[in-house]
């Protein structure tokens, strides 16, 4: 029975109210209040079945969540660790870059000084005729 039905039957019953006595008064209240009262009950049956389902569904969606909140802590750990492991491989290649730098800079310097040695040792080669002299 719907709403609408048993607000129908109130103003019909209502309407020959008039007609009845006090003991029909009586009788006519209570089988308002009874059919009032099963409608209030199978309404919250109702409510109370949807209520269930929507109450499971949210259990549900809750433990979804919090498998997705776990695993977002998981990816963040590991994202962390990632991190770590860039930085130091950057690091790494960082110092590496820098030592072939220094490195070159050295052979470079290697480089430059061994011709000047070159080029002094050529110079100093005079012949001269006369012997070193010690004295």
Same mark, same amino acid.
């Given at each position: 029975?719907?709403?609408?039905?048993?607000?129908?039957?109130?103003?019909?019953?209502?309407?020959?109210?008039?007609?009845?006595?006090?003991?029909?008064?009586?009788?006519?209240?209570?089988?308002?209040?009874?059919?009032?009262?099963?409608?209030?009950?199978?309404?919250?049956?109702?409510?109370? %079945?949807?209520? #269930?389902?929507? $109450? /499971?569904?949210?259990?549900?969606?809750?433990? +979804? &969540? %919090?498998?997705? #909140?776990?695993? $977002? /802590?998981?990816?963040?750990?590991?994202?962390? +660790? &990632?991190?770590?492991?860039?930085?130091?491989?950057?690091?790494?290649?960082?110092?590496?870059?820098? &030592?072939?730098?220094?490195?070159?800079?050295?052979?470079?310097?290697?480089?430059?000084?061994?011709?000047?040695?070159?080029?002094?040792?050529?110079?100093?080669?005079?012949?001269?005729?006369?012997?070193?002299?010690?004295?």
């Amino acid at each position: 029975m719907s709403i609408e039905q048993l607000i129908r039957d109130l103003i019909l019953e209502d309407q020959f109210k008039s007609k009845y006595t006090a003991r029909q008064r009586s009788i006519f209240c209570n089988n308002m209040y009874a059919k009032v009262h099963a409608f209030v009950e199978n309404a919250n049956k109702e409510l109370i %079945e949807e209520n #269930k389902e929507h $109450l /499971e569904r949210i259990e549900l969606l809750e433990e +979804e &969540l %919090e498998v997705s #909140k776990n695993d $977002l /802590e998981y990816y963040k750990e590991q994202n962390k +660790e &990632l991190n770590k492991n860039y930085k130091s491989v950057f690091i790494d290649m960082m110092s590496a870059l820098r &030592l072939a730098i220094y490195m070159t800079y050295l052979y470079a310097i290697w480089q430059y000084y061994n011709e000047n040695v070159d080029k002094s040792i050529k110079e100093t080669n005079s012949t001269s005729e006369v012997p070193y002299n010690i004295e």
